[in-house]
């Protein structure tokens, strides 16, 4: 008799409560970067504070199912592959307040209005057409999105989480694997959740993650005990599934 997936799933300690850190609380650490300045107003900066918080209950959350839960080895990769993903997304969030705060974000002098397009025509045996795109001068320059590559960047560049922030070097790693979310882009036959989210990648972005939310840009929190998940030697069962 074939056995169904929810008799496979077994609980570790079962009977035990818990709960992840609340919103509250983790609000009341991210509130001491994350709040109102002259780059972000009140009602920016509180959806910008609330969706981390969102982000840091869930990946609390995912680390518990990898360490309470005896999971198959692709369930246990998939879960992986979304602590990893928020984990980034959080890493992301907090750097982009973080660059544009400091005064170091990206800005246009230009504002696209609208594109042309020519007629196809022909040059040999191939077949052509032009695009262009116009564009208008702004009298003040305005702010543009930056991706992830460019925070990390600027991140590192001005030593905007301190001079003895330990885990500069490992942020673009990170910013490789968050671009595995799009599953239909293969480079090679290997290229598969299967091989990219695995042990190391759990621990990379825990100490990252951890390395971030205890910086000296938090340092009045009194809540940094709320991240003691993210530390390996709390994830010793995690490393075993």
Known sequence: MEISVTDRLTLRGEGKTWYPASIYNIEQH??????????????????????????????????????????????????????????????????????????????????????????????????????TDVFEKLDNPTPTQMIFDQLAKKVESKKLLGQNFPAYSKIKPIRQL??????????????????????????????????VLTSEVFNCSNHFDKFNYLKAANNLNAADL
């Open 30 to 131: 991210l509130e001491i970067l994350i709040t109102g300045n002259i780059y972000f107003n009140h009602n920016e900066a509180r959806p910008i504070r609330k969706n981390i918080a969102y982000s840091l209950q869930y990946v609390e959350f995912l680390n518990r199912v990898l360490n309470d839960m005896a999971l198959s080895s692709v369930l246990r990769t998939q879960n992986i592959k979304s602590f990893v993903v928020h984990g980034a997304a959080i890493i992301e969030a907090i750097f982009n307040f973080l660059v544009i705060s400091e005064g170091h974000g990206k800005t246009t002098n230009w504002k696209k209005v609208t594109s042309h397009s020519s007629t196809e025509f022909a040059i040999g045996e191939s077949r052509y057409k032009n695009k």
């Open 178 to 211: 968050r671009n595995k979310i799009h599953i239909h882009d293969s480079e090679h036959s290997t290229d598969t959740d299967w091989h990219n989210f695995n042990r190391s990648e759990f621990f990379l972005v825990c100490e990252v993650l951890h390395s």
